[in-house]
């Protein structure tokens, strides 16, 4: 079967930095999604990783192991305002996205 | 900037009835999207669309229709509803130029079936 784990929840400090992992198991891969959802709204696109490495952009990096199926979101210098679940999907053989059931990160002042 | 727009953001129905919940996509977006969002498990697809009168069956379609007359809009059906149809239902889009394009999601229409 496919899967997708990421941690359930997360707290970290304002103005720390924090590492969310997401490991994957699926059939074929063509790229892994990170998405930022806020507590009632919708899911708002973050970074796409299809090759191996860190892709940075801005206080948000993304890092992606294709050979361990491991990837992680890096959130530098955290503001009160990145309190949200981040979900990770991979992009299946059929180009089918798989979700993970997402991780909720608390900041604390 | 990529619009999508869901018709409730809240619902209240009683099992039995037939529910609609529209999404409609200002972009021109070939690809619609229907999901439900449950605490604790991923997004799960229940019905998707490549082009207008086109649909997909995805992981979770019993108990579900769509319909899709325009381009821009991607209609779910619950005939009957069932209170284990009590969820959120995320809408999406996506361009539909590659295969690894960005779904663009609506706010939400959070159901509940009494």
């Known amino acids: 079967g496919q899967n997708i784990d990421q941690p359930t929840e997360m707290t970290a400090t304002e103005g720390a930095i924090v590492q969310i992992n997401c490991t994957y198991q699926?059939?074929?891969?063509?790229?892994l999604f990170w998405y930022q959802q806020h507590a009632g709204e919708a899911p708002t696109f973050l970074s796409y990783?299809?090759l191996d490495g860190l892709e940075e952009k801005g206080r948000f990096s993304s890092f992606l192991s294709r050979s361990k199926g491991y990837s992680y979101l890096l959130l530098k210098e955290l503001q009160m305002k990145d309190s949200a679940s981040y979900l990770c999907?991979?992009?299946?053989?059929?180009?089918?996205?798989?979700w993970g059931a997402g991780t909720k990160l608390i900041i604390k002042p | 900037d990529v619009k999508v727009t869901q018709s409730s953001r809240y619902l209240v129905k009683r099992t039995g009835e037939k529910v609609f919940l529209e999404c409609v996509q200002d972009?021109?977006?070939?690809?619609m999207f229907w999901y439900r969002q449950d605490p604790g498990l991923g997004l799960r697809l229940i019905y998707f669309?490549?082009?207008?009168?086109?649909?997909e069956k995805g992981d979770i379609p019993e108990g579900y229709s769509v319909s899709r007359e325009k381009k821009e809009r991607f209609s779910l059906i619950l005939e009957s509803a069932s209170t284990n149809q009590t969820s959120m239902y995320l809408c999406?889009?996506?361009?539909?130029?590659?295969?690894?394009?960005?779904?663009?999601f609506g706010p939400g229409t959070r159901l509940t079936v009494l």
């Open positions: 999406a889009s996506s361009p539909g130029t590659s295969d690894t394009d960005t779904q663009y």
């Open positions: 972009m021109d977006h070939e690809n």
């Open positions: 669309s490549y082009d207008v009168k086109m649909k």
């Open positions: 699926t059939s074929g891969f063509n790229g």
């Open positions: 990783n299809v």
């Open positions: 999907a991979v992009l299946d053989s059929n180009y089918q996205l798989i």
